[in-house]
């Protein structure tokens, strides 16, 4: 098919006409995206780009096994679970197979990682019987009124924290390089923040349901907690009879290259993981992974269906997806390609001194951009205008965190290490132009 070609202009006025300001716009001039292959988009002028950021996309762009799957379940049949069909069975037990730990044995399955985390938080809450959400600051779980009132990331609103509902109560992110507590007792020394809080009247005492997190955290820029640091809070958490949900639509699915689920490489067994993004490779696909009491307890609100939640069609994409990261061995290449990136970016850190950290692990990382390597002073305009530069030098990456200083970088897990040296080639050249 082709794609039209627009006047960029006339587009953007065209888009504003008829959706909310609030709705996310990346780049001043958009790029005209006609087709993707691999880890690369191709521009309407053929024009091709490294896409550093889609971390959807998990088996690539376009790819023809996922295309061809989808599209003959498409012709088939496109239905819901009222009836059999051996795909939804079949996806279940595969992400059963892919478990963290036997206990985590029953599948609910959902549209996106908002819907999941929504899941998640009501199924701590029926099954506690309590209502409390502890979660931690600048995290990002989703839209929806649940998944939004735990989520804290939005960097332009300072009342993010201050905003929530009652029910959810935020600490610290753990974060040993610009965060309150660093060195080697920061692991204890967050931890003791979830003990005050929990000891504190204004805390959640006696009413808590849950707590959630990123297991790496993702939407910080791939900050990686101290050692020990989850282990201490699951432990807290549980002694005062809430449930551990490990967000992991991010972090989760071979990105770490070293582990599947980030809470198995943070060394700790959620009761309540939720995936999404990479399940579906860009078709809406979620799902939450937990244990069969805590799945049982839905039923004394009646029955749980979704529309389009673990149709045909949508779990022949979630195996395609799960059938080419093994056959393709994509979460090696997460830990190949992503350990010669960040020695490659450690590498550049010591001739540029606007990169503070290189956080992360496997094909999930964080470039820190700071102007002053003592005080951290954030490189938050640099970050954008960088990120502006490499776009017209053929690289899409993008800020995140609550300064909008580090450039995330999460891309296909198919990345090449060609892709990842020109990357690393294009950061090197723009930042030599001084910032
Ligand atoms: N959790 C995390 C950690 C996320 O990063 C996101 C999306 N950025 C969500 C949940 C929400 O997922 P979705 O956009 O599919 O609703």
């Known amino acids: 098919p082709q794609a039209s070609v627009v006047d960029p202009a006339g587009e953007l006025a065209r888009r504003a006409a008829v959706m909310a300001a609030a709705q996310e716009k990346y780049y001043e001039q958009p790029p005209q995206i006609e087709r993707g292959w691999r880890e690369l988009l191709i521009d309407t002028r ?180 101290p050692e020990g640091y989850l282990g201490l809070v699951y432990e807290q958490i549980r002694a005062h009879g809430g449930l551990c949900i490990a967000d992991e639509v991010q972090v989760g699915y071979g990105r770490l290259g070293s582990h599947f689920w980030g809470s198995a490489q943070q060394g700790v067994v959620p009761d309540i993981i939720t995936v999404a993004k990479a399940m579906g490779n860009g078709y809406p696909l979620g799902a939450v992974l937990t244990r069969r009491d805590i799945a049982e307890s839905l039923a004394r609100e009646g029955n749980f269906f979704s529309s389009a939640g673990g149709s045909p069609v949508s779990c022949v994409a979630g195996l395609a997806v799960l059938d080419v990261i093994r056959d393709e061995s994509l979460q090696e290449n997460a830990d190949a390609v992503g350990r010669h990136l960040a020695g490659r970016l450690a590498l550049l850190a010591e001739r540029h001194p606007l990169i503070g950290m290189v956080h992360g692990m496997g094909l999930y990382l964080g470039v820190e951009l700071v102007r002053d390597r003592d005080s951290l ?27 909008q200083n580090v450039l995330k970088i999460k891309p296909p897990l198919c990345l090449s290490r060609e892709s990842a040296d020109f990357f690393v080639d294009r950061l090197d050249e723009v930042l030599q132009d001084g910032w």
């Open 46 to 225: 053929g024009r091709s780009y490294v896409d550093m950021v889609n971390n959807v996309a998990v088996i690539g762009h376009s790819h023809p096994r996922f295309s061809r799957a989808v599209g003959d379940q498409l012709r088939l049949l496109n239905t819901n679970s009222r009836f059999l069909y051996s795909a939804l069975a079949d996806l279940c037990e595969r992400i059963v197979a892919k478990s963290p730990d036997p206990g985590l044995d029953t599948v609910l399955l959902v549209n996106s990682g908002s819907e999941a985390v929504d899941l998640a938080l009501r199924l701590a809450r029926i099954h506690t019987g309590r209502g409390g959400v502890v979660a931690l600051r600048e995290g990002y779980h989703g839209w929806t009124m649940a998944s939004d009132a735990v989520s804290t990331s939005a960097f332009d609103n300072p009342h993010a924290v201050a905003s929530r509902p009652d029910w959810v109560h935020i600490i610290d992110a753990p974060n040993s390089y610009r965060g309150r507590h660093r060195g080697a007792a920061a692991a204890a020394d967050y931890a003791a923040d979830l003990a005050h809080l929990l000891a504190d009247p204004d805390g959640p005492g006696g009413d808590l349901a849950a707590f959630i997190s990123e297991p790496v955290l993702g939407n910080a820029g791939g900050v990686v907690p």
């Open 377 to 403: 002073e954030p490189a938050t305009s640099e970050t954008t205008a960088i990120c502006e530069r490499m776009l017209e030098l053929g690289v899409i990456v993008q800020p995140t965190s609550e300064r």
